[in-house]
């Protein structure tokens, strides 16, 4: 047999019409039906559906029945299983863990002389009332250490029958009352500079206390609610800083009045290079805006830098601001008992310190509403009232 004939015994030849409508019919006889035809029924695709559910559902009671987590321990110690069988913090559709839970947990693991609170001082009535701030971070033993910065020409030991200057009196009161660690520096000032805020750049040298990983700087018009400790927590930054959030709907600012800083040698070079350089009427805010306003980190204002003023009879619009919306609502005692950090920012009421006139107090302080609500009112003249009552307390002011 030639090669030609043995191939074409196997050679492929097409079928024609008829055969292939004969083995169609064939294929579609009873009982038999292709996956095309099945998928195209409605019925058949409703079983295939019920019983891919039901598959899925039997494979999820199984994992949950034998899947075993690891015994990750909780943030309140124990692990999922043993006597601490069940989650220490159950979830309930809710944050049941507060930032004060957290911090508690972790409180103990960290070196908190790393931190300090810092104030500076230049005169004997900031002077107390730095002092009156140490007290009260005393009081609620916040556990970072406290540092205070004083003009260096001051004494604070004097020799036995000497006169003790009232300075003297109130840095030892610090120091040995509230565990204040005292460092002497060199009162930063520019000449030609509004007498007020000419001092205040003193405040920048707190870059300058690289003994510590960070220092938080409050100023010292103000009254410490609550310890503010979980800042220093915060992720690294060079600095971290409050909106000035009074006037940032028509200015962006930051506020000076709370700072977070990390000191680094480096940035005080630059700090006090810009600082020398600044022209007349720029102070420390100014220079902190000028620096950092792009890249600060942001403290919230709520809760950490609250103005007295949020308590003189505003419209329940005029906290938007604060609140962060129009759509907020303000309550004061809510506000206060939520806020760490109350400063005194009246204008044009002098500070607490000072004496204003009644006339004064009438034009400008708080009243009372239409209705006869007095909260807000009582709640201003208290502030007021509670820190003349810690200065001749504290200070014998």
């Known amino acids: ?51 891919l559910i039901v598959l899925l559902i039997g494979a999820a009671s199984y994992f949950r029945d034998h899947l075993v987590l690891p015994d990750y321990p909780s943030i309140t110690g124990g692990g999922s299983g043993g006597d ?8 309930t559709g809710q944050l049941v863990s507060s930032n004060h839970d957290i911090l508690e947990a972790v409180a103990p693991s960290i070196d908190w002389h790393r931190f300090s609170y810092i104030q500076y001082v230049t005169n004997v009535p900031y002077l107390c009332n730095s002092v009156m701030l140490f007290a009260i971070l005393d009081r609620l033993n916040c556990r970072p250490d406290r540092l205070m910065m004083y003009p260096e020409q ?46 205040s750049f003193t405040k920048l040298l707190a870059w300058n206390q690289t003994q510590y ?59 006090m290079r810009i600082t020398n350089d600044a022209g007349r009427g720029k102070y420390d805010m100014d220079i902190l805006n000028d620096m950092y306003l792009a890249s600060a980190t942001i403290i919230p204002h709520r809760d950490y830098d609250l ?14 601001m604060y609140l962060g919306s129009d759509e907020a609502y ?14 005194f920012s009246d204008w044009p009421i002098p500070k607490p310190w000072l004496v204003a006139g009644q006339s004064t107090l009438d034009q400008n302080g708080p009243k009372c509403t239409a209705e006869g609500d007095c909260t807000e009112k009582d709640l201003w003249y208290g502030f007021y009232s509670d820190f003349k009552t810690r200065r001749k307390e504290v200070c014998d002011m």
Request: aromatic share 10%.
């Open 84 to 91: 601490g069988g069940s989650l220490a913090v159950p979830f």
């Open 330 to 343: 303000w309550d004061a005692k809510t506000e206060l008992a939520r806020a760490k950090f109350l400063h």
């Open 307 to 320: 103005l007295t003023g949020e308590f003189k009879n505003k419209g329940p619009k005029d906290h938007a």
């Open 1 to 51: 047999m030639s090669l030609s004939s043995f191939l074409d015994r196997f050679r492929y030849t097409s079928l024609n019409k008829e055969a292939t409508s004969s083995n169609n019919d064939d294929a579609s006889g009873p009982g038999r039906m292709s996956l095309q035809s099945a998928w195209s029924s409605k019925r058949w695709r409703v079983v295939f559906l019920a019983g």
């Open 154 to 199: 001051w004494k604070v030991d004097t020799n036995p029958g000497d006169d003790v200057p009232p300075e003297t009196r109130l840095l030892r009161i610090a120091r040995d009352k509230y565990k204040v660690k005292l460092q002497p520096i060199h009162v930063q000032s520019k000449g030609g500079s509004d007498p007020t805020w000419a001092e």
């Open 213 to 271: 990983d960070r220092v938080l700087g409050l100023d010292s018009d103000s009254t410490v609610l609550k310890c503010m400790d979980e800042l220093f927590l915060m992720p690294s930054a060079p600095i971290a800083m409050p909106r000035a959030y009074w006037i940032w709907k028509d200015h962006d600012e930051l506020s000076s009045q709370l700072i977070l800083i990390e000191p680094n040698a480096t940035e005080f070079d630059r700090v």
